[in-house]
T-cell receptor, first 106, second 121 residues
Framework: IVLTQSPGILSLSPGETATLSCRAS???????LAWYQQKPGQAPRLLIFGASKRATGIPDRFSGSASGTDFTLTITGLETEDFAVYYC????????FGHGTKVEIK | EVQLVESGGGLVKPGGSLRLSCAASGFNFQYYAMHWVRQAPGKGLEWVSSISSTSSYISYADSVKGRFTISRDNAKNLVFLQMNSLRTEDTALYYCASPQGGSYYDPFDHWGQGNPVIVAA
């Protein structure tokens, strides 16, 4: 399963809403789609699993949704610590990551 | 507290071998699948290999199949990645990761700090 993330780079200001897309080439078993955040020099952090469930300790400004093979991560009210690279991952049929979306400060 | 600590990386010539280790603590390791993920410099995440809790199920990315071998020692809470016939394109930071609920097909909720592998002449 190939995951295509868009856009590659998203330039936004703090307080704005970020909408990140992840499209799967085939349907994903049981919605096994996760989102990770990675900051420079750090390991990835799990944000969302099962397409829409927040991981432990993740603020509610992060939300995930799904429609068929299209998945969306929404960050409502960007805070400065949210500027990072975001990856989607499917874990239902082997494991695949998207190429990432960088959310940068405008 | 869950901790994953990788070791064994370094500089190696093309065609050489390295063995990465990941020491796990803070959870019931023997019941958890484990995974290796790598990240080439300036690039995205690439899943490499996975092993189930009892080693019954093992998977590899096509890019490493036939060259890398994953294994584990549940008595010592260790998972290994034996890397043979290394290529320059294997240069990356290698992370071990544990799944959220322990199952083979769970998302990865704990990660090590990463261990660099550099393949160069």
């Amino acid at each position: 399963i190939v995951l295509t993330q868009s856009p590659g780079i998203l330039s936004l200001s703090p307080g704005e809403t970020a909408t990140l897309s992840c499209r799967a080439s085939h349907s994903i078993n049981s919605g096994f789609l996760a989102w990770y955040q990675q900051k420079p020099g750090q390991a990835p952090r799990l944000l969302i699993f099962g397409a829409s469930k927040r991981a432990t300790g993740i603020p509610d400004r992060f939300s995930g949704s799904a429609s068929g093979t299209d998945f969306t991560l929404t960050i409502t009210g960007l805070e400065t610590e949210d500027f990072a690279v975001y990856y989607c991952q499917q874990y239902g049929s082997s494991w695949t990551f998207g190429h990432g979306t960088k959310v940068e400060i405008k | 507290e869950v901790q994953l600590v990788e070791s064994g990386g370094g500089l190696v010539k093309p065609g050489g071998s390295l063995r990465l280790s990941c020491a796990a603590s803070g959870f019931n390791f023997q019941y958890y699948a484990m995974h290796w993920v790598r990240q080439a410099p300036g690039k995205g995440l690439e899943w490499v290999s996975s092993i189930s809790s009892t080693s019954s199920y093992i998977s590899y990315a096509d890019s490493v199949k036939g060259r890398f071998t994953i294994s584990r020692d549940n008595a010592k809470n260790l998972v290994f990645l034996q890397m043979n016939s290394l290529r320059t394109e294997d240069t990356a930071l290698y992370y071990c990761a544990s799944p959220q609920g322990g199952s083979y097909y769970d998302p990865f909720d704990h990660w090590g700090q990463g261990n660099p592998v550099i393949v160069a002449a």
